[in-house]
């Protein structure tokens, strides 16, 4: 199906959600200058929306999304609120012909992501926010991979370990200021957390599939698991292994990836925020972590509005979106935990 490019500029846009990640997604709507006009905000809560309408310059705040739709003329939808409302949003978006980029994951679970594809489908266009793949470091080891300068992928190891779910000496859970929805999220290291690092891999590696996973809880008071490891082949069987707890002792509560690819013609070592080309041209670049953070958010709607500008697809469009849900998936089915609460 041919899709028409967007004429109305600036696009008009609206913001469902007035959470801690609002503000990185306002931000780089904020970027993108006079292409865009942030219409309204939309919360339960009015004055944490009323704060982000004044940090932002956002004409109308509502406290209902009936409300919102009813009485503004929105050409896209930009969706930061909890996960289980995110169907709801886009639902409502599609049937009015309003444009939608929706926060990971579309939805709570892979069948309820897929139903949600099929009832959408044709009315608008939808772009999941997944956001990972477009940090710097990622996009220019992508640029080598395709140059062919690594050659076929023979090995590839991501990490992400961190402390953010263990107290300071404060007593204080970094991961849990920051977001206290994790407390109580049942499906948590896998579905939350290292859906990035394993949709990264899909856009680094290509089509993957999970040979063995494994998922424990290791703190108490968190409903789901803090620890993960999840094995992985390429389509010619090279491994891809995506490893990641938050629960580390001695490490920071916020620590960047550490990534390793082993090629036929030469290695790739990502860590400590420096990428590291290892072989017969080796090369270094280094990144400072909290402006990569924020230049993927920057990234993924950049490219949301250039593709309603010129009608291309979507990177991270739904069926693209689907295949790393289905990793998810398939991970907990290989651990053991496919059905939630599903042991340690």
């Not at 609206?14 to 780089?28: D, N, P, Q, R, Y």
């Not at 991979?145 to 090995?155: K, Q, T």
């Not at 070592?269 to 670049?285: H, K, M, T, V």
Request: aromatic letters at 8%; hydrophobic letters at 45%.
């Amino acid at each position: 199906m041919a899709i028409s490019p967007k004429t109305t500029k600036p696009l008009k846009v609206a913001f469902a959600g007035a959470g801690m990640i609002s503000w990185f997604h306002l931000v780089g709507w904020r970027a993108l200058g006079e292409r865009v006009r942030l219409a309204a905000i939309c919360d339960p809560d009015p004055e944490r929306a009323a704060k982000r309408a004044k940090e932002f310059s956002i004409a109308k705040v509502y406290r209902d999304a009936d409300a919102m739709f009813a009485t503004e003329s929105i050409d896209a939808l930009d969706v930061a609120s909890p996960r289980e409302t995110h169907a709801a949003w886009v639902e409502a978006a599609a049937a009015r012909g309003i444009d939608v980029l929706c926060q990971k994951p579309m939805t709570p679970t892979l069948a309820e992501s897929e139903t949600l594809v099929r009832r959408v489908e044709g009315k608008s266009r939808l772009m999941v926010h997944e956001n990972w793949r477009f940090r710097p470091w990622y996009r220019e080891l992508k640029r080598w991979l395709d140059a062919g300068e690594i050659g076929e992928v023979i090995l590839a190891r991501l990490a992400m370990i961190n402390s953010g779910l263990l107290p300071d000496a404060e007593g204080r859970r970094a991961a849990l200021i920051r977001q206290p929805f994790m407390q109580h999220e049942e499906r948590l290291m896998i579905a939350e957390v290292l859906i990035h690092q394993i949709d990264v891999m899909r856009y680094l590696c290509g089509p993957l599939r999970v040979m063995s996973a494994r998922a424990q809880r290791t703190v108490p008071d968190v409903r789901g698991e803090s620890v993960a490891a999840i094995f992985m082949e390429t389509g010619t069987g090279s491994a891809v292994e995506v490893v990641g707890t938050m629960a580390a002792p001695g490490y920071p509560p916020r620590n960047p990836d550490r990534l390793e690819i082993i090629g036929s013609k030469a290695s790739v070592i990502f860590a400590d925020s420096e990428l590291r080309l290892l072989g017969p041209n080796p090369r270094s670049q280094s990144y400072d972590n909290d402006r990569g953070y924020q230049a993927s958010f920057d990234g993924v709607i950049a490219h949301f509005v250039d593709c309603l500008e010129t009608g291309a697809p979507f990177e991270t469009g739904p069926a693209d979106n689907l295949e790393t849900l289905r990793l998810v998936e398939h991970a907990y089915w290989a651990a053991g935990r496919h059905r939630l609460g599903g042991g340690n």
